[in-house]
């Protein structure tokens, strides 16, 4: 069963012990404030989904990402008009989803997260089509965008998650009183690391770099586990 799209913090469960060694070294770890870690999906802890469908399918057009067409409504448009075309419904698109593998680390990192702070998925994606690999995750929240299916099982509309996007899903998150951090790779994730109480890029697409005004930029998951912990001590 693919994680749920949880909108309500009533039905999060407190992180557990696992990851610690015992309870002092967990009450150690944890922060005095409640907090929350956003993550970006695509590239920061599963592999780029329709750059994956590109290329079990043949069809090429489908890796293209707002660096290629930036108006993400068109780009979307123009995915839903190639798999109509290529008998690609929304079954089958989950078939190939189901086949990939989180990226290295990513699980562990995880485990990791959720014993010290609440870890959210907050991602431009949708939770239908990312379902088959966010399970294997272990992250059983996600804030994600949602797909129409018509009568046959093509995707045929799309729906946001948030009128203010990425940026918004983190306010929310605040007035209810967490700090909040946020991880993200791409253009599209860097008003939500702007809003967050602090915000790292994880290998950031080219010339994202430039734009970080000072923001922690780190290229791997043990440098990234290192800046989360040098920002938990610091809000202690």
């Known amino acids: 069963m693919s ?7 009533e039905r999060l469960e407190l992180p557990t012990t696992q990851a610690c060694a015992s309870l002092p070294e967990l009450r150690q770890a944890l922060p005095t404030s409640p907090v929350v870690a956003a993550f970006d999906l695509e590239s920061v802890l ?10 079990v399918t043949g069809v090429q057009q489908l890796a293209l990402t707002t660096r290629d067409i930036a108006d993400y409504n068109v780009l979307m448009e123009h995915r839903i008009r190639l798999c109509r075309e290529n008998g ?6 989950r078939m190939i989803v189901e086949g ?10 995880l485990a990791w997260v959720q014993a010290r702070m609440l870890a959210v998925i907050v991602s431009d994606t949708y939770h239908e089509l990312a379902g088959p690999v966010v399970e294997k995750l272990g992250c059983s929240l996600m804030v994600c965008n949602a797909l129409t299916v018509d009568e046959l099982g093509y995707i045929c509309g799309h729906r946001p998650h948030h009128v ?40 950031p697409c080219s010339g994202l770099v430039e734009s970080a005004g000072g923001m922690p930029i780190v290229w791997n998951l043990e440098d990234l586990k290192a800046e989360l912990k040098k920002w938990l001590r610091q809000i202690r």
């Open 3 to 9: 994680p749920p799209l949880i909108h309500e913090l």
């Open 46 to 55: 599963v592999p780029e989904i329709w750059q994956t469908v590109a290329h």
């Open 88 to 93: 690609l419904s929304l079954a089958k698109l």
């Open 100 to 109: 990939m593998q989180p990226l290295p680390g990513a699980v562990e990192f």
């Open 164 to 203: 203010l996007g990425k940026a918004g899903a983190i306010q929310h998150f605040q007035r209810l009183g967490f700090q909040t951090l946020a991880v993200g790779d791409s253009y599209n994730d860097l008003k939500m690391l702007q809003t967050a109480n602090a915000g790292i890029l994880l290998s």
